[in-house]
Protein backbone atom coordinates (compact mmCIF):
# COMPACT_ATOMS: atom_id res chain seq x y z
CA UNK A 1 0.00 0.00 0.00
CA UNK A 2 0.83 3.72 -0.87
CA UNK A 3 -0.54 6.52 0.71
CA UNK A 4 0.00 9.98 -0.73
CA UNK A 5 -0.35 13.76 0.17
CA UNK A 6 -0.31 16.26 -1.81
CA UNK A 7 1.27 20.16 -0.75
CA UNK A 8 2.42 23.30 -1.99
CA UNK A 9 -0.70 24.48 -4.00
CA UNK A 10 -2.27 28.09 -3.45
CA UNK A 11 -2.68 31.12 -5.47
CA UNK A 12 -0.06 32.59 -8.01
CA UNK A 13 -0.32 35.71 -10.87
CA UNK A 14 -0.21 34.79 -14.34
CA UNK A 15 3.71 33.86 -15.00
CA UNK A 16 4.87 33.15 -11.58
CA UNK A 17 5.48 29.66 -10.56
CA UNK A 18 4.85 26.73 -7.80
CA UNK A 19 6.39 23.77 -6.82
CA UNK A 20 4.05 21.37 -5.76
CA UNK A 21 5.16 18.18 -3.63
CA UNK A 22 3.87 14.39 -3.17
CA UNK A 23 5.21 12.55 -0.10
CA UNK A 24 4.46 8.73 0.02
CA UNK A 25 4.46 6.45 2.57
CA UNK A 26 5.25 2.99 2.68
CA UNK A 27 8.14 1.04 1.57
CA UNK A 28 8.01 0.04 -2.23
CA UNK A 29 7.93 4.16 -3.34
CA UNK A 30 11.11 3.48 -5.70
CA UNK A 31 8.93 0.60 -7.30
CA UNK A 32 6.28 3.08 -8.39
CA UNK A 33 5.88 5.09 -11.39
CA UNK A 34 4.81 8.23 -10.63
CA UNK A 35 2.61 10.80 -12.10
CA UNK A 36 0.20 14.38 -11.85
CA UNK A 37 -2.84 14.56 -13.29
CA UNK A 38 -5.28 18.06 -13.09
CA UNK A 39 -8.75 18.59 -12.66
CA UNK A 40 -10.86 21.54 -13.11
CA UNK A 41 -14.52 22.44 -12.68
CA UNK A 42 -16.38 20.70 -15.25
CA UNK A 43 -13.88 19.11 -17.32
CA UNK A 44 -12.16 15.50 -16.91
CA UNK A 45 -9.23 14.44 -15.37
CA UNK A 46 -6.40 15.65 -17.60
CA UNK A 47 -2.55 13.64 -17.38
CA UNK A 48 -0.03 16.48 -16.27
CA UNK A 49 3.31 14.44 -16.46
CA UNK A 50 4.65 10.95 -15.14
CA UNK A 51 7.86 9.43 -14.22
CA UNK A 52 9.33 6.15 -14.23
CA UNK A 53 11.35 4.45 -11.15
CA UNK A 54 14.23 6.11 -11.46
CA UNK A 55 13.49 9.24 -12.48
CA UNK A 56 15.19 8.92 -15.58
CA UNK A 57 12.19 8.75 -18.22
CA UNK A 58 10.00 11.10 -18.35
CA UNK A 59 6.48 12.29 -19.83
CA UNK A 60 4.36 15.40 -20.39
CA UNK A 61 0.75 16.05 -21.12
CA UNK A 62 1.28 18.53 -24.44
CA UNK A 63 -0.67 21.49 -22.43
CA UNK A 64 2.26 21.84 -20.11
CA UNK A 65 5.39 20.70 -21.81
CA UNK A 66 8.53 22.72 -21.78
CA UNK A 67 7.00 24.91 -19.01
CA UNK A 68 6.08 22.03 -16.07
CA UNK A 69 8.72 19.73 -14.64
CA UNK A 70 8.75 16.27 -12.87
CA UNK A 71 10.88 14.96 -10.69
CA UNK A 72 11.84 12.66 -8.15
CA UNK A 73 13.66 11.54 -4.79
CA UNK A 74 13.13 8.21 -3.91
CA UNK A 75 15.07 8.92 -0.75
CA UNK A 76 12.75 11.14 0.87
CA UNK A 77 10.24 9.31 -0.92
CA UNK A 78 8.52 12.45 -2.90
CA UNK A 79 8.01 13.30 -5.76
CA UNK A 80 8.03 17.00 -7.18
CA UNK A 81 5.77 19.15 -9.78
CA UNK A 82 8.09 22.31 -10.79
CA UNK A 83 5.57 24.81 -12.54
CA UNK A 84 6.70 27.69 -14.44
CA UNK A 85 5.37 29.91 -16.50
CA UNK A 86 1.65 29.69 -14.89
CA UNK A 87 -1.77 30.47 -17.22
CA UNK A 88 -5.07 30.95 -15.90
CA UNK A 89 -6.18 27.90 -17.67
CA UNK A 90 -3.83 25.82 -15.32
CA UNK A 91 -6.40 26.24 -12.41
CA UNK A 92 -6.91 23.19 -11.18
CA UNK A 93 -6.92 20.67 -8.50
CA UNK A 94 -3.72 18.41 -8.80
CA UNK A 95 -3.56 14.89 -7.86
CA UNK A 96 -0.45 12.71 -7.65
CA UNK A 97 -0.86 9.36 -8.63
CA UNK A 98 1.03 6.38 -8.15
CA UNK A 99 1.24 3.34 -10.47
CA UNK A 100 3.06 0.35 -12.07
CA UNK A 101 3.44 1.88 -16.25
CA UNK A 102 3.73 5.18 -17.11
CA UNK A 103 0.45 6.02 -18.88
CA UNK A 104 -1.76 8.58 -19.84
CA UNK A 105 -4.76 7.07 -18.75
CA UNK A 106 -5.74 7.51 -15.02
CA UNK A 107 -7.31 4.73 -14.51
CA UNK A 108 -4.14 2.53 -14.96
CA UNK A 109 -2.60 4.16 -11.44
CA UNK A 110 -3.85 2.86 -8.26
CA UNK A 111 -3.15 5.39 -5.56
CA UNK A 112 -4.24 9.21 -5.76
CA UNK A 113 -3.55 11.52 -3.03
CA UNK A 114 -6.45 13.83 -2.09
CA UNK A 115 -6.01 16.52 -4.45
CA UNK A 116 -4.11 19.88 -3.50
CA UNK A 117 -6.20 23.29 -5.25
CA UNK A 118 -3.76 25.67 -7.71
CA UNK A 119 -5.01 29.24 -9.13
CA UNK A 120 -3.70 31.19 -11.29
CA UNK A 121 -5.11 34.38 -11.65
CA UNK A 122 -4.90 37.04 -14.85
Known amino acids: QVQLVESGGGLVQAGGSLRLSCAAS????????MAWFRQAPGKEREFVAA????????DYGDTVKGRFTISRDNAKKTVYLQMNGLKPEDTAVYYCAGGIVVARTSSTYNYWGQGTQVTVSS
Open 51 to 58: TTYSGGST
Open 26 to 33: GRTFSTYV
